[in-house]
């Protein structure tokens, strides 16, 4: 109960700011209304028409709640007006992305610790990848793909990929290489094979740094999902309700589509989290 | 009990060997004409202040490291080829548990890599376990155990397979003398009962008097041998044999041997 307090406090100061912030950015347009049509608004006035206007500046956080909750709760899951939807075709592209990146991290990784051709080739590809702004890559990648007659989830999960499997890779190198000399020793005081080395020392003393990296693999995968919805056109997924705001100045769909992507962000963190303590927990080690 | 008496047939045996590491600072002689001959069931300590190869030494018969000079034969082989024989089981400073794994489960790591079958262990796990005194904590995670008792499972960690010589690098040294006495006395009656070759790696006078047929004295720059004692004492002892005569006269030699090997800094 300690924590519900300073979190509540901090909630409210956010509240506090933003509406503040959504009176000013947002009055101009007001006093611009009232300067058209001649009249003289009051103080009041001009706030009350700040928290409702159809497309503010900066939309008042109830809105944006209001937003939201029509986008989640307002519409049957299957409309094109559903953020659920939305968030679902999203959701499957990150996961998908997710899975593919976080493979292609830990394969890249076990090649790295195992092959030094491989240990001094990749990992400098790997950081000049990441160097690259992924909006200048995504086109490309939607493009090139869509070329050889591949649309769809593929393309997304692919540049969510791209983003994906460079903290897996980067963890689990450090990971697969956290056993110090005397346990690597002891394995070979049983004369063990790589691969037993591998499966029985390297792979389980990595998962501490894999779930870590998982955090922050998942969190980027929908960056990607979302990044790589933008440059089609698409129609479907948060990334399209952000860009079809944007292109009708609907500032409250964009907010809303960011909130979501927000809440479905964090949830995905605390399902990993929530698999790393378990699976920590069941080996012993948390 | 097995016959000890084969001091015919070495099971260790070093001739001319030498250790040399190339380093920035020019050569370091880890090990320079190391002659020693270990029997079979013997328990041979190797003592002498830091730097003076008896690490180096242990980890050359176990084909940890490589000498740059010299023959070693382990078990009438290569060293490189006792080692994939899987003739010895090493024991090191630290237990070196693996946490995610059990007790039972950190026993079973060698067997699971020597390809043994599943019930067969289950039976060594047991076996052991009941060897070093740890029946019933099979079960535990390291981390639930005190250290001394971590180090025992680790002890029962390289008895589990079948190799008939222990190699010990200061397995006792990280723990308070009184778990450290107790694990003596310990070591002393599994080594009658499993009639084992023991090399023990100490740091320690009392220890390595106490425990050894065979006491190698050795010291620093470059690592040498100074002085092998064969132990006048009878195999079975009481930690109250520490007081007799012979005992404090075996270790008045081993530090006289020790005090000659600094004679020359």
Redesign the interface.
Known sequence: MRSVLPVLVVVLAILVVWYGAAVWLNSAWTYDQAARAGTHPTLVDVVNDTMAQERPVLPAPHQVARGLWDGVAGQKITSKRSLVWHGWVTLSATLLGFGIGTGLGIVLAVGIVHNRAMDLSVMPWAIASQTIPILAIAPMVIVVLASVGVTGILPKAVISAYLSFFPVLVGMVKGLRAPDG??L????????SRA?TLW??RL??S?PYLFASLKVGIAASLVGAIVGELPAGATAGLGARLLSGSYYGQTIQIWAALFAAAALAAGLVVIVGAIERATLKR???A | MKDVTGAAAPVIEATGLGLTFQTNDGPVHALKGVDLEIGRGEFVSFIGPSGCGKTTFLRCI???EHPTEGVLRVNGMTAEAA????S???V?Q?A?L?????IAGNIR??L???GYARAEQDERVARVLSLVDLEGFGKK???QLSGGMQQRASIARALAFDADILLMDEPFGALDEIVRDRLNEELLKLWARTGKTIGFVTHSIPEAVYLSTKIVVMSPRPGRITDVIDSPLPRERPLEIRDSKEFLEIAHRVREGLRAGHAYD
């Open positions: 005397m346990q020793d002891l394995l070979r005081t049983y004369n063990a037993q029985k020392l389980p003393a998962l080996m012993g080690m | 176990a084909a940890l080692r994939q024989a899987r010895y089981g090493y090191f630290a070196g693996y946490p995610w794994r059990t790591l060698p699971e890599i020597m995670f390291p981390w």
